[in-house]
């Protein structure tokens, strides 16, 4: 007994020859289904004899894999022909003019990072940057706060799978982790990103924005710490004096630990930074912990820092006059319109950051 020879050619002709996705599909359920050639031949192998079956049975793998394998290529095959049609489909024309009526502008919280950037970049940090989907580890391991340190759970972590390995970054702060562990001190960074929390409200998005800072190296002294914060406060808000406080707090990542507050005053119904007799807090920040430089490998008799982390979102409201945070991520074109920056207007510290 054989294999009904005139069928499987014709099969193999046939999956050769098909067009379409959906003749490989009823051709492969004519083959491997309840009906199907395959099925039928397989259902022979009880009643032959002894010393033909395992040849039979051989013979009849063999040309299984061979039906798949040529299934399988012929499906991959019109897979891609589907995708590569898709993209010539939804090919955009970039060089078409632009409309007068709708140009583009930059989102405040782009603008402010450009603006923090060029005020650090100045001063000797460069930008870094790290993914949004961050180890547990790089999150808060690292950052000497460990396993059921309560610290954790005033995060409000999305949590990626269910051993709880991946997330989505709650802060910037891994970023100094990644750095320090690719790079050799001294490190003198900031990092600009999106961070996630499990919260929502006129102050509080599910989504929002951070400025790390990380300055590592011999001899930095709490002192350094101020200079640089009061140097920014007042390039960034572009004024001359700046009324700043700093109260202690605590962050695992440091020790001491300080929160930052600016006064401001309220002048007819507007904000006004750096002068008054009311606080707010801006950022949070310290010397980083040894136990962090010891779990990056940096030698902690011999280097050490300050770090701070600042809600960007925070900032661009604060100077700009925006008064609810979700605005920034409704993506409102009259919003953007009015709030937005000119797209060739860069800011640069010399020219002045937002004028
Ligand atoms: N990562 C902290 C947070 O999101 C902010 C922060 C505080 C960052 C102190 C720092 C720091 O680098 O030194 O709440």
New binding site residues.
Partial sequence: MSIENLKEKEFLIKINEAKTLAEIESLKSEIFGKNGLMTHEFKKLGSLPEEKRKDFAKKLNELKSNFINLIDDKIFEFENKEIENKLKQEKVDITLPIRPHQRGKIHPVSQVIDEISSIFSEIGFSVAEGPDVETEYNNFTALNTPDHHPARDMHDTFYLDKNKRLLLRT?T?PVQIRTMMSQKPPFKIIVPGRTYRCDSDQTHAPMFH?L?GLHIDKNITMGHLKGCLNHFIKEFFEIKNVKMRFRPSH?P??EP?AEVDIGYKIENGRIVVGEGDKWLEIL???MVHPNVLKNVKVNNKKYKGF???IGIDRLAMLKYGINDLRAFFETDYRWLSHFGFDPLDVPTNYRGLSK
Avoid: V
């Fill in positions: 802060h702060s951070q790390e962050f990542f440091t630990s949070g920040c310290g770090a701070f982390g």
